[in-house]
């Protein structure tokens, strides 16, 4: 590549300045010189041209970020405009409220009415609240989606702060001022506070709050098409983020080319809150640039071939002489390997001489590789009761019938002792394709034998020990109609078909073992429902059944397993438990009696008390009878008074018609039926049946319940007895005490709470008795013991069961003042039904207050 003129190049006095300079100096060069800078001038050309490409490029992406900024720029100008009319729309409207609230024309419940039309029209609008001139609340509406933090309640009067520091200001100024106030919480919401002054005939009386959603303000305040261009954010004056999602640069990008460490955006402050908040968008980046131009990676593509190819005869030269040097360290490298490894190699010409053995295979036979290389069969490490048979194999063995999997041989030591082998036998193939002889591995496998034997061993002990077992035992593959496993009880039930394995995955409701494939409009995955996690760590399921086929309860554990071929399957685990559930079922039927007889006993216990109930509307009718009949006889009644003394009578005859209904529901023997129970009835219930016994007691029954509890899942006559019982133990303690009239009640108190994680109903009963003292608090739930004389110390005991049987717990504690015991408290707790909501019944009229109700 000289570049000296030819013939036919211009003359001198043609030829530039530059080019003169040009061609002295490259003459003043040696010829080494020469060649080195004639080898590098392609690649400096195509540098060059990289150069004006590039140039090029980043011009063209320099007038393509100048349009994006200024269409950003108009668009984000747009945006605010539409953000500023919308907040002033709100502003307007808000100033026609405060001016009707200042002239008097607007009362508090148009006020509430307007103040819900704009927060229902308007979403941006969270908030509108009526303030008088001493800062104390006249009336606030807000939107459902604010948090209750942020409610304002009428008559509060406003705290030390942002509000109320806007307020003197708007007081002061007589205009409506903005104001963005501190986030009550790390989660609430930004918003922004419009207060604009009330003028009573020139006094101030006050303001009209409103609190605007920023979120709410950006989403539909900007325009639609905006928001689809660009990432929209509103920001504060310290530059936080109040709504909108800000681009965030990918790190990768950022590093690779550092011009774009920050994406094209533009900010602009909204009026007329001013530079409080202040309106950014970042544009989304829709053009490929420089690096992504199909342009650009040609030519630089065409660049790179071509510095490939001027370097590509320096590296062939030294490819050459690496390859000749790790052909030599090949060599050597494989000759290592085979003297290293533990497999024994000989090589065979095709007359089945020993041509080569290595290291292993000497070591293996005690021969050494002089002693066997050239030997003819029969060779010397062949037992010689194995001649004839290992004559035949190696004939086998010459002619090309070899085995894939190998063959196994006996062979003999130098030091005569016999070990197992494997042989693997290939063709050994010169550079021309010929076949020159046989290449034979050979393996110890003395060991894996011995191995092999024990395992055999070991399985056959493990196979009688699993037919012994007294429960089913069964194995199958997902996807198959296999049995891989069965013992000797599940072929006693089911045979040796699958039906059975089937049978007792399906009714224990586990996870089914797929069938066939089948090809339908939808696919489905055939493993869909199978434990994620690690077979090892997953848990097993338990399920008890009953197949009417054999008679018997089954329960069945099922968990998956890797069988020894690597298919995913499923063992499934039957135990008769029978004699178990029949045992169980016997002692559901003797609690049930026993909860059914101890009902009766109370009632027992209670019928003075009943008939003291009875006998009062049974002597009102008998009173309002006889009164009627002398006065028919007199004929001194008229039509009216005849109607309303029947009427009376009938009311008396309803009223003993309910407490014997009552007392016959409570005591009625039915079946568990534990259903979605209403708190406030059963509580109901339980009051009016314990009332009457208090009463004879001349005991005061108080009881409080929250309002709106859940329902519980229960069987409500249990529970019933439960709060009877309590109610009619705490009487008698009452009694026993001989407390004084005023200090004689009983308080029953119904109460939701959160107790070991779980949401539960408490309900708990205090008396005013003389407590229970430590001896008796340790025994106090214990069958047969009781504190009476005449009890049977089953009550207690009964009300534990119930309570747990419905996955609750029952406490007593003494209530002390100072060192002095004043009375007892009894308590238990139920869970919440799942998925159960408030009801909507309360317990009194007033509206979401707790209510108590006492009866004398």
């Known amino acids: 590549m000289d570049p000296t003129p030819s013939a036919h190049a211009p003359t001198a006095s043609a030829v530039s300045a530059p080019l003169r300079w040009w061609r002295q100096w490259w003459r003043?060069?040696?010829?080494?010189?020469?060649?080195?800078?004639?080898?590098?001038?392609?690649?400096?050309?195509?540098?060059?041209?990289?150069?004006?490409?590039?140039?090029?490029?980043?011009?063209?992406?320099?007038e393509e970020a100048e349009r994006e900024q200024e269409a950003l720029r108009r668009?984000?100008?747009?945006?605010?405009?539409?953000?500023?009319?919308?907040?002033?729309?709100?502003?307007?409207?808000?100033?026609?409220?405060?001016?009707?609230?200042?002239?008097?024309?607007?009362?508090?419940?148009?006020?509430?009415?307007?103040?819900?039309?704009?927060?229902?029209?308007?979403?941006?609008?969270?908030?509108?609240?009526w303030i008088d001139e001493r800062r104390r609340i006249r009336a606030s509406h807000a939107a459902p989606t604010l948090a209750s933090s942020e409610l304002r309640i009428a008559g509060e009067v406003l705290k030390p702060g942002d509000t109320a520091d806007t307020f003197g200001l708007a007081r002061d100024l007589q205009q409506p001022v903005y104001a963005q106030?501190?986030?009550?919480?790390?989660?609430?919401?930004?918003?922004?506070?419009?207060?604009?002054?009330?003028?009573?005939?020139?006094?101030?009386?006050?303001?009209?709050?409103?609190?605007?959603?920023?979120?709410?303000?950006?989403?539909?305040?900007?325009?639609?098409?905006?928001?689809?261009?660009?990432?929209?954010?509103?920001?504060?004056?310290?530059?936080?983020?109040?709504?909108?999602?800000p681009l965030s640069l990918r790190s990768g990008t950022t590093r690779l080319l550092p011009w774009r460490l920050r994406a094209n955006e533009y900010e602009v402050p909204v009026s007329p809150v001013g530079n409080g908040l202040v309106l950014r968008a970042q544009a989304y980046r829709t053009s490929l640039g420089v690096v992504g131009s199909g342009l650009f990676w040609l030519v630089g593509t065409l660049s790179a071939l071509t510095a490939w190819m001027l370097i590509a005869t320096w590296r062939h030269t030294r490819r050459r002489m690496q390859a000749q040097e790790a052909l030599v360290a090949e060599t050597n490298f494989r000759r290592a390997m085979e003297n290293s490894v533990l497999t024994g190699m000989r090589a065979l010409d095709m007359e089945g001489r020993i041509t080569y053995v290595n290291a292993a295979f000497c070591q293996m036979t005690g021969w050494s590789e002089a002693e066997l290389v050239g030997q003819a069969p029969p060779y010397s490490y062949w037992p010689e009761a194995d001649h004839e048979a290992l004559q035949a194999k190696l004939r086998d063995e010459l002619s090309g019938k070899t085995m894939l999997g190998g063959f196994q041989i006996r062979v003999r030591r130098k030091s005569g002792t016999l070990f197992d082998a494997r042989l693997y036998v290939s063709p050994l193939i010169d550079a021309h394709g010929h076949q020159t002889g046989w290449m034979t591995s050979m393996t110890d496998i003395t060991e894996p034998n011995r191995i092999r034997e024990q395992l055999s061993a070991s399985h056959e002990r493990f196979t009688v020990v699993l037919e012994s077992l007294d429960a089913s035992v069964s194995v199958a593959p997902l996807g198959s109609q296999e049995l891989l496993f069965a013992n000797k009880l599940y072929r006693q039930w089911f045979g040796s078909q699958t039906s059975g394995h089937l049978q007792l995955v399906a009714q224990a409701g586990v996870v089914p073992v797929a069938g066939g494939s089948q090809s339908g409009v939808d696919d489905e995955d055939g493993l869909m429902g199978l434990p994620t996690?690690?077979?090892?760590?997953?848990?097993?399921?338990?399920?008890?059944?009953?197949?009417?086929?054999?008679?018997?309860?089954?329960?069945?554990?099922?968990?998956?397993?890797?069988?020894?071929?690597?298919?995913?399957?499923?063992?499934?685990?039957?135990?008769?438990?029978?004699?178990?559930?029949?045992?169980?079922?016997?002692?559901?039927?003797?609690?049930?009696?026993?909860?059914?007889v101890s009902r009766l006993i109370t009632m027992g216990e209670m019928a003075s008390s009943v008939a003291h109930e009875l006998n009062q509307p049974l002597t009102a009718i008998n009173n309002y009878c006889s009164g009627m009949v002398s006065r028919i006889q007199s004929g001194q009644i008229t039509e009216e008074a005849l109607l309303g003394a029947l009427q009376k009578t009938a009311h008396q005859a309803q009223r003993a018609g309910q407490i014997i209904q009552r007392i016959r529901a409570f005591v009625k023997k039915s079946e568990p039926n534990r259903t979605l129970a209403d708190v406030h009835s059963m509580v109901d219930e339980a009051v009016e049946l314990a009332d009457i016994e208090l009463r004879r007691h001349n005991v005061r029954l108080t009881h409080y319940m929250a309002a709106r509890l859940p329902p519980v899942m229960a069987d409500r006559i249990l529970i019933e007895q439960v709060l009877?019982?309590?109610?009619?133990?705490?009487?008698?303690?009452?009694?026993?005490?001989?407390?004084?009239?005023?200090?004689?009640?009983?308080?029953?108190?119904?109460?939701?709470?959160?107790?070991?994680?779980?949401?539960?109903?408490?309900?708990?009963?205090?008396?005013?008795?003389?407590?229970?003292?430590?001896?008796?608090?340790?025994?106090?739930?214990?069958?047969f013991f009781s504190t009476k004389s005449e009890g049977m110390g089953m009550g207690l005991n009964l009300c534990r069961s119930i309570v747990e049987s419905h996955q609750g717990r029952m406490h007593a504690e003494n209530i002390y003042n100072g060192c002095e015991v004043i009375g007892c408290r009894f308590s238990f707790w139920l869970p919440l039904a799942k998925h159960a909501k408030p009801a909507d019944a309360t317990i009194n009229s007033a509206a979401n207050d707790p209510t108590s109700r006492t009866i004398a």
């Open 28 to 62: 003043g060069l040696s010829p080494t010189r020469q060649d080195r800078f004639a080898a590098l001038a392609p690649l400096a050309a195509v540098l060059m041209f990289l150069a004006a490409i590039v140039a090029a490029f980043w011009y063209l992406r320099a």
């Open 75 to 129: 668009d984000v100008e747009y945006a605010q405009q539409r953000v500023r009319l919308r907040l002033l729309e709100r502003q307007e409207q808000l100033m026609r409220i405060a001016r009707d609230l200042s002239n008097q024309e607007l009362q508090r419940a148009e006020f509430m009415s307007r103040a819900e039309a704009l927060i229902s029209q308007y979403p941006e609008l969270q908030a509108i609240t």
């Open 181 to 245: 106030p501190a986030a009550a919480s790390s989660e609430s919401a930004p918003m922004l506070q419009l207060q604009v002054p009330l003028n009573s005939e020139g006094r101030f009386s006050g303001v009209v709050l409103g609190e605007y959603s920023i979120d709410s303000l950006l989403r539909y305040g900007t325009p639609t098409e905006v928001l689809a261009r660009y990432a929209v954010t509103l920001l504060d004056s310290k530059n936080q983020v109040l709504a909108g999602t």
């Open 533 to 596: 996690d690690s077979l090892t760590s997953a848990r097993t399921e338990n399920a008890e059944i009953y197949l009417p086929d054999l008679g018997k309860w089954l329960e069945v554990r099922s968990r998956y397993l890797n069988w020894v071929d690597g298919r995913l399957a499923q063992m499934v685990i039957a135990t008769d438990i029978t004699p178990r559930r029949l045992a169980e079922e016997q002692a559901e039927r003797q609690a049930e009696r026993a909860q059914s």
């Open 724 to 783: 009877v019982n309590l109610m009619k133990n705490g009487a008698e303690s009452i009694q026993h005490a001989n407390r004084p009239a005023p200090n004689r009640s009983v308080e029953l108190r119904v109460v939701p709470k959160h107790i070991e994680e779980r949401e539960v109903v408490e309900f708990s009963v205090q008396d005013t008795g003389k407590g229970l003292a430590p001896e008796v608090l340790e025994h106090l739930f214990e069958a």
